[in-house]
């Protein structure tokens, strides 16, 4: 059974930075390897959206609102996607999650992040 599992969120003040990881187990290192996945977050009252996506080739995308201060990366090796963010903004404050791409599988418990003006 696949599982999803994020950590490293926090309370900081705008301007700061956290690096979140999502440790995914249950699946062979291949298919890990084979799966674009994507970074969520659900701010209170609102939708689950997209942040962005790694594909299998370490490329990344980001919404708008990001661009520029988010990055992602992977080890294929430890199957873990990472979410580096700066210059965090309180507009980012969320509970973060990861998935694929196409939220195929089922949903981590997510991790908390709060920015503080």
Request: with cysteine; proline share 3%.
């Amino acid at each position: 059974q696949v599982q999803l599992v994020e950590s490293g969120g926090g309370s900081v003040q705008a301007g700061g930075s956290l690096r979140l990881s999502c440790a995914v187990s249950g699946v062979p290192g291949t298919i890990f390897s084979q799966t674009t996945f994507g970074w969520y977050r659900q701010a209170p009252g609102k939708l689950r959206e997209l942040v962005g996506t790694i594909n299998t080739g370490r490329g990344t995308r980001f919404e708008d609102s990001v661009q520029g201060r988010f990055t992602m990366s992977r080890d294929n090796a430890k199957k873990t996607v990472f979410l580096q963010m700066n210059s965090l903004e309180p507009e980012d404050t969320a509970v973060y999650y990861c998935n694929t791409a196409g939220r195929g599988w089922a949903w981590g418990q997510g991790t908390q992040v709060t920015v503080s003006s």
